[in-house]
């Protein structure tokens, strides 16, 4: 093979591998932004933690964030939340960076959300799209309120698949699960 050849081919190759990580890109944008009313995806970030680290892969400009599916989590879920949420969200990740179990990480920020050390909103909302893949997920908005439970704001604690209900009752990640169609 002739050295040109040879540098023709390496060139295309190296090209081709680039514009494949641009496509995964353009795709993980294009699928984070799914989990959002259409009116909204316009301008949102897309964005996700590596380790405890963010990393952005478009700024937006309405104060939403998707977060794009986890390749190494079974089935498909992206999530969209308002900046509210992004000390959390960033908290969240943090801890788990450290090697701490879910349950402990939740524990830990409740009880610096308890102590005013992080900002939590009085209400906010998420929107998600999950399901065992891309082609069978299903959108659900999530309402945070902080501390509530079903008698104090008419929801029931059942969990419902047609209807909202309200999960985690009392805590501060009380929040209605309103299932999408």
Partial sequence: MSLLRALVLSVLFVSSLALAQLDTGDKLIEESLLALPEHMRDGATVAYFDEDKRVV?????????????????????????????????????????????????????TAEIEDNKLEWPAVAVNYNLRGPSLDTAVPLTVVYVPFSTGESIGVTEERQFNRPWLMLAGTAFAHIMIPGQ
């Fill in 57 to 109: 892969l478009r700024e937006g400009s309405n104060g939403i964030t998707c977060q794009p599916d986890d390749p190494d989590t079974p089935g498909f879920a992206v999530w969209c939340y308002p900046q509210s949420h992004a000390a959390y969200t960033k908290r969240w990740y943090e801890l788990a960076a450290e090697g701490r179990e879910r349950a402990e990480v939740d524990e830990m920020i």
